[in-house]
């Protein structure tokens, strides 16, 4: 079991930034892919962005094409934590922001946090 507990969202103007915050509970984090999602008000959740447990392809990253070249995804495992960097904001990034766990060998994430609020001003 793996619990996350996401931080950082706020309010912001466009052109900003913001990091986001996973905290992950136990000790087998640096074993998951983890990956950001977003749900806007209306809207399915999306995918945003992943990062392969580390030694696993390199710990590689992948993003959707809407924020590509503006968030920067990462982790430490060390702190148990993966993290948001989001430049460029837009308001259409506005969105709860989820962080979610997909253990190894799974096709799915299997653990969710609470999620963040981000709200990008024009």
């Known amino acids: 079991q793996v619990q996350l507990v996401e931080s950082g969202g706020r309010l912001v103007q466009a052109g900003g930034s913001l990091r986001l915050s996973c905290a992950a509970s136990?000790?087998?984090?640096?074993?998951?892919?983890m990956g950001w999602f977003r749900q806007a008000p209306g809207k399915e959740r999306e995918f945003v962005a992943a990062i392969n447990r580390s030694g696993w392809s390199g710990g590689s990253t992948y993003y959707a094409d809407s924020v590509k070249g503006r968030f920067t995804i990462f982790r430490d495992n060390a702190k148990n934590t993966v993290y948001l960097q989001m430049n460029s904001l837009k308001p259409e990034d506005t969105a709860v922001y989820y962080c979610?766990?997909?253990?190894?060998?799974?096709?799915?994430?299997?653990?969710w946090g609470q999620g963040t609020q981000v709200t990008v001003s024009s």
């Open positions: 136990g000790r087998t984090f640096s074993s998951y892919t």
């Open positions: 979610g766990a997909r253990p190894p060998g799974s096709s799915e994430y299997l653990y």
